[in-house]
């Protein structure tokens, strides 16, 4: 995959077989448009279906990593079920999870609302300690639809995630940590070289392996033990592709 250029709201950069993206609208926080969505897409069509991508690092450009959907879009659909339609006719979020490569979030400054939640939808989540991470939409009268409500009790548990999607509470990278919603927490000046190094490394494993086990893992947590043990045993004796 040659470096794709041309987009307005991210920054594309390859290392071999690792693909960095930058959300790259810094004067806003990095908040998500359409026209992100739109770039987001293309981007991610792209790595979704060459194998000589690796790894992939989402990171944010400026003071943060996303602070969330652009407010000056709310309310400019002619209803919510048009606004659901168009959202949905570019699904950033299930070409996110749906990738066979490892995805990192490098966190920085503020993931907020839909920051946070793609962030939820990476494989691993590194940030700084000076981070801020919130799902603040129930305080703006909304319910987090980017699979907030989804993702976040898998990670830390339904009370746990009750608890900051009603309250609106923002938490600290340290307490993110404790309770599971990221990996693990460096310092701001390391925050691109961690996420490197490990990208790095999830890089040199097979690729077939890799998606295999991020197919288990992913849907395996949502199945009865004996059917998730069933599945791991298929996809253990299948032959490589």
């Not at 987001?40 to 400026?62: C, E, K, M, Y």
């Not at 990593?65 to 652009?70: E, K, M, Q, R």
């Not at 995630?161 to 310092?187: C, F, H, K």
Request: proline content about 5%; some cysteine.
């Amino acid at each position: 995959m040659a470096v794709m250029s041309g987009f307005r709201t991210i920054l594309l950069d390859r290392k071999g077989p690792v693909v960095s993206i930058t959300l790259n609208r810094p004067e806003v926080l990095n908040a998500y448009n359409t026209e992100m969505r739109d770039d987001l897409h293309a981007a991610l069509s792209t790595i979704r279906v060459d194998p000589t991508v690796r790894a992939v690092v989402l990171q944010g450009n400026g003071r943060a990593f996303c602070s969330g959907g652009d407010i000056r879009e709310f309310g400019s659909a002619p209803s919510p079920v048009v606004a659901r339609e168009v959202r949905w006719q570019r699904d950033v979020w299930g070409l996110l999870r749906s990738l066979r490569q490892p995805t990192i979030a490098a966190i920085h400054g503020h993931a907020a609302g839909s920051g946070l939640e793609m962030a939820l939808l990476c494989d691993f989540r590194i940030a700084t300690r000076d981070a801020v991470l919130s799902l603040p939409e129930t305080s703006l009268g909304m319910i987090p639809g980017v699979v907030g409500t989804q993702t976040l009790p898998r990670a830390v548990g339904v009370d746990r995630a009750l608890d900051l999607v009603l309250t609106a509470r923002a938490i600290d990278a340290r307490l993110a940590l404790r309770i599971g919603m990221i990996g693990s927490v460096v310092a701001p000046g390391q925050l691109r070289s961690e996420a490197a190094r490990l990208a790095r490394r999830l890089a040199k494993i097979d690729g077939e392996l890799v998606f295999r086990v991020k197919t288990l893992v992913a849907h395996g947590a949502d199945l009865p033990l004996p059917a998730a043990l069933d599945r791991e045993r298929i996809l253990v004796e299948r032959p490589k592709s």
